[in-house]
T-cell receptor
Framework: EAGVAQSPRYKIIEKRQSVAFWCNPISGHATLYWYQQILGQGPKLLIQ????????DSQLPKDRFSAERLKGVDSTLKIQPAKLEDSAVYLC??????????FGSGTQLSVL | RKEVEQDPGPFNVPEGATVAFNCTYSNSASQSFFWYRQDCRKEPKLLMSVYSSGNEDGRFTAQLNRASQYISLLIRDSKLSDSATYLCVALSGGYQKVTFGTGTKLQVIP
């Protein structure tokens, strides 16, 4: 069974530039999560989708971050404009109905 | 106060030792709990669920204390390959919000 796919694996940008990350969850998984993990910290939930609807985006910095999951399958997370403090690993995860999350390999973002 | 709190460690233990980690959660309505393992520069992977009655998976034992709002993970006969960060997870809310702790780093020493 294919796992959660994420791209790109690495991204280096300058502050104030824009960046987008892509995630394709495991087939049939209705719930999709985007997490931000800063070095030395646990993953922090940015946004949670149930099919194509948002169920929690309370910690998403909406002035610069946006995410969509238009057809209820794959998802994109965008940062515009990026700040230095956005340097982190962005993890996508999906789950079916048993609450267990499966993570992709993540995108490591460096903002210079 | 963070929703899920863990001692970041590191815990440095010799091979064969027994080590225990605790995790406290602030939301008394949290319904389900898990331990995830994260290797350096890798994504988190599910280690085990935590059941109210306590559960065991080989050398790993997880327990839940709802009255005191903490969960624990016990690792017996530590192996070098157990070296990783262990993340405590709590689920709450009707839509199952998943909250991670900061993780506890374990280093097993030869």
């Amino acid at each position: 069974e294919a796992g959660v796919a994420q791209s790109p694996r690495y991204k280096i940008i300058e502050k104030r530039q824009s960046v987008a990350f892509w995630c394709n969850p495991i087939s049939g998984h209705a719930t999709l999560y985007w997490y931000q993990q800063i070095l030395g910290q646990g993953p922090k939930l940015l946004i949670q989708f149930q099919n194509n609807g948002v169920v929690d985006d309370s910690q998403l910095p909406k002035d610069r971050f946006s995410a969509e999951r238009l057809k209820g399958v794959d998802s994109t997370l965008k940062i515009q404009p990026a700040k230095l403090e956005d340097s982190a690993v962005y993890l996508c995860a999906s789950s079916f109905s048993d609450e267990k999350l499966f993570f992709g390999s993540g995108t490591q973002l460096s903002v210079l | 106060r963070k929703e899920v709190e863990q001692d970041p460690g590191p815990f440095n233990v010799p091979e064969g030792a027994t080590v225990a980690f605790n995790c406290t959660y602030s939301n008394s309505a949290s319904q389900s709990f898990f331990w995830y393992r994260q290797d350096c520069r890798k994504e988190p992977k599910l280690l085990m669920s935590v059941y109210s009655s306590g559960n065991e998976d080989g050398r790993f034992t997880a327990q839940l204390n709802r009255a005191s709002q903490y969960i624990s993970l016990l690792i017996r006969d530590s192996k070098l390959s157990d070296s990783a960060t262990y993340l405590c997870v709590a689920l709450s809310g009707g839509y199952q919000k998943v909250t991670f702790g900061t993780g506890t780093k374990l280093q097993v020493i030869p």
